[in-house]
């Protein structure tokens, strides 16, 4: 069992460009979230999805852009990289099965770096 | 709304050290209640959680109480090891959705 799979783990971009963070679960988690970490801000959620054609913004959405066609994927793109988009991204899912349920399984990270 | 306030680090304490970590919280109704932990270079892991009210979460020699009279999650450990050298995080649901309040995240070193 993979859990939650993200590529990159390191990715050097220029100023302007464009990529995209995959993230694959393999768990049937009907819920997905990207977060970023930043030195002093802890967690900070971008956006999130509820299922399959189902997206919505977090806290710091601006310059980033989601779609979830399936369950298992949720990918994060970046439109147009800038230096404050530097960071380190996590992907999380969970499902839901009453209170207290909502235990997120994090991926490994994804350490961007945008010059 | 709700949030979560965890006490700044680092902390730094000696291998066998008595271990506490603060946690307050602000929230209406009655929250879940979690500690996450993030070793060095990984992802975030679930620690332990609590549900309700006197509950008592715990897994691998940590402990934390869910204090609604002091809207309090502290997370204890009799006696600290080189390898719990990580970040702790305090988080909160309510229970009406998927979405965790999270606190800032405390750094632990602990030195042999």
């Not at chain 1, 993200?6 to 393999?26: E, H, I, N, R, Y």
């Not at chain 1, 230096?83 to 969970?94: D, G, I, K, L, R």
Request: net charge neutral.
């Amino acid at each position: 069992n993979a859990g939650v799979t993200q590529t990159p783990k390191f990715q050097v971009l220029k100023t302007g460009q464009s990529m995209t963070l995959q993230c694959a679960q393999d768990m049937n988690h009907e819920y997905m979230s990207w977060y970023r970490q930043d030195p002093g801000m802890g967690l900070r959620l971008i956006h999130y999805s509820v299922g399959a054609g189902i997206t919505d913004q977090g806290e710091v959405p601006n310059g980033y852009n989601v779609s979830r066609s399936t369950t298992e994927d949720f990918p994060l793109r970046l439109l147009s990289a800038a230096p404050s988009q530097t960071s380190v991204y996590f992907c999380a899912s969970s499902t839901w099965s009453g209170f207290g349920a909502n235990v997120l399984t994090f991926g490994a990270g994804s350490r961007l770096t945008v010059l | 709304g709700n949030s979560v306030t965890q006490m700044e680090g680092p902390v730094t304490l000696s291998e066998e050290a008595f271990l506490t970590i603060n946690c307050t919280y602000t929230a209406t109704g009655y929250p879940s209640l979690f500690w996450y932990v993030q070793y060095p270079g990984e992802g975030l892991q679930l620690l332990l959680k609590a549900t309700k009210a006197d509950d008592k979460g715990s897994n691998k020699g940590f402990e934390a109480t869910y204090r609604k009279e002091t809207t309090s999650f502290h997370l204890e450990k009799g006696s600290v090891q080189v390898s719990d050298s990580a970040v702790y995080f305090c988080a909160l649901s309510d229970n009406s959705n998927y979405q965790l309040i999270w606190g800032a995240g405390t750094k632990l070193i602990i030195k042999p």
